[in-house]
């Protein structure tokens, strides 16, 4: 089992930043590829980002790209989303995934995901 818990959210002003953690207990952290997905009100739950097990490859929602930054830090087992540029369309619960991976790269389906934290709410204001 792993335990992921995400941190960081709040509430913040159009073009400004934040930045998300999750994380991560229970397993060697190194060895899951993880990912960052939202959920607006209403709306399905959408990927933003993914990073390889051990941070050489990252891939983003079109969305995203150029403003967010996925990066990890294994040492301490946690994850971080660097948001900038923010918009009132980025509001929304983000979350964290995990799953145990034999190959280094990320991935962008829900559904190969195994461990998911509970969410953090980003609101951005106009």
């Known amino acids: 089992q792993v335990q992921l818990v995400e941190s960081g959210g709040g509430l913040v002003q159009a073009g400004d930043s934040l930045r998300l953690s999750c994380a991560a207990s229970g397993r060697t952290f190194s060895n899951y590829a993880m990912s960052w997905f939202r959920q607006a009100s209403e709306k399905e739950r959408e990927f933003v980002a993914a990073i390889s097990r051990s941070g050489g490859s990252t891939v983003y929602a079109d969305s995203v790209k150029g403003r967010f930054t996925v990066s990890r830090d294994n040492a301490k087992n946690t994850m971080y989303l660097q948001m900038n540029s923010l918009k009132p369309e980025d509001t929304a619960v983000y979350y964290c995934?995990?799953?145990?991976?034999?190959?280094?790269?990320?991935?962008?389906?829900?559904?190969?995901?195994?461990?998911w934290g509970q969410g953090t709410q980003v609101t951005v204001s106009s």
């Open positions: 995934a995990a799953r145990y991976s034999n190959r280094d790269y990320p991935d962008s389906d829900p559904s190969w995901y195994d461990y």
